[in-house]
């Protein structure tokens, strides 16, 4: 077996892999009650899914201009997407949305620990 061939099938298990956690995270915001544990859901798929996927691709381009451009989108995504989903999860608690439990009843957030956990430094 060649170099090629090898690094061929690393690709295609990172793709695999890539493709299990997107649809992991695909079922999660399907079955999640909340968009609190929706956002994980989605988070997960982005963060691990995502990446693993265009790894699998840059290692089928090789060592090209394509790969470059691949591993700074792998990059760009590892930096923002969670910086995204806590955009998104702080937004919607100041939209007053309330985070449920399995039951599917509201969870109470007390507003002052909320307010004193982000003035900490």
Do not use: Q
Not at 50 to 79: E, H, N, R, T
């Amino acid at each position: 077996m060649s170099g090629t061939e090898i690094l061929t099938w690393i690709g295609g298990v990172a793709v695999v892999l890539g493709g299990i956690f997107m649809m992991i995270g695909a079922l999660g915001i399907v079955r999640m009650p909340d968009v609190f544990t929706r956002i994980h859901a989605a988070s997960v798929a982005d963060t691990l899914g995502v990446p693993l996927v265009l790894l699998g691709l840059v290692l089928f381009a090789g060592f090209s201009l394509v790969s470059v451009k691949l591993i700074f989108l792998v990059l760009f995504i590892m930096l923002t997407g969670p910086a995204a989903t806590h955009a998104v999860a702080r937004a919607a608690l100041h939209a007053n949305v309330k985070p449920v439990d399995r039951s599917g009843k509201p969870i109470e957030i007390d507003e002052a620990e909320e307010e004193g956990a982000s003035s900490r430094p």
